[in-house]
Nanobody, 121 residues
Framework: QVRLVESGGGLVQSGGSLRLSCAASGSIFSINDMGWYRQAPGKQRELVAGITSGGTTNYADSVKGRFTISRDNAKNTVYLQMNSLKDEDTAVYYC???????????????WGQGTQVTVSS
C-alpha cells in the first residue's frame, strides 16, 4: 500500500503565507515526479507546481514568484511554500506523486486526500 498524507492547510489572511507538506509512505521503490494541484469550488483541478526527482521545477503562471515547490527525497516528502497569498488561491490542494513500488514495476500516479487552503481578505 502507498499513502500520500498532506498537512499544513488552513485559514490565512490575504498576503500571508502557508507551507504545505506531503509525505509518501508504504511500499515505495522510487518516486519520479511530484506535484501539487488545486481545485476551487466549481472549477477543474489544475496543476500548481511540479518537481522532478532531479529537482527541476515548473509552476502555473498564476503562482510564479509567490509559490516554491521543493522535495526531500530521503523523506519521500514534497513541500509547497506559499507566500503573498490571494483570495483566488483558496482551494483544496492535492499532492500527486508518480511512484514505482518495485524495481521492475511500472510507475503509477498516487493522490493525497487533499487539504483546504482558505485565504480571507
Amino acid at each position: 500500500q502507498v499513502r500520500l498524507v498532506e498537512s499544513g492547510g488552513g485559514l490565512v489572511q490575504s498576503g500571508g503565507s502557508l507551507r504545505l507538506s506531503c509525505a509518501a509512505s508504504g511500499s515505495i521503490f522510487s518516486i519520479n515526479d511530484m506535484g501539487w494541484y488545486r481545485q476551487a469550488p466549481g472549477k477543474q483541478r489544475e496543476l500548481v507546481a511540479g518537481i522532478t526527482s532531479g529537482g527541476t521545477t515548473n509552476y502555473a503562471d498564476s503562482v510564479k514568484g509567490r509559490f516554491t515547490i521543493s522535495r526531500d527525497n530521503a523523506k519521500n516528502t514534497v513541500y509547497l511554500q506559499m507566500n503573498s497569498l490571494k483570495d483566488e488561491d483558496t482551494a483544496v490542494y492535492y499532492c500527486n506523486a508518480a511512484i514505482r513500488k518495485t524495481r521492475y514495476g511500472y510507475v503509477e500516479p498516487y493522490w493525497g486526500q487533499g487539504t483546504q487552503v482558505t485565504v480571507s481578505s
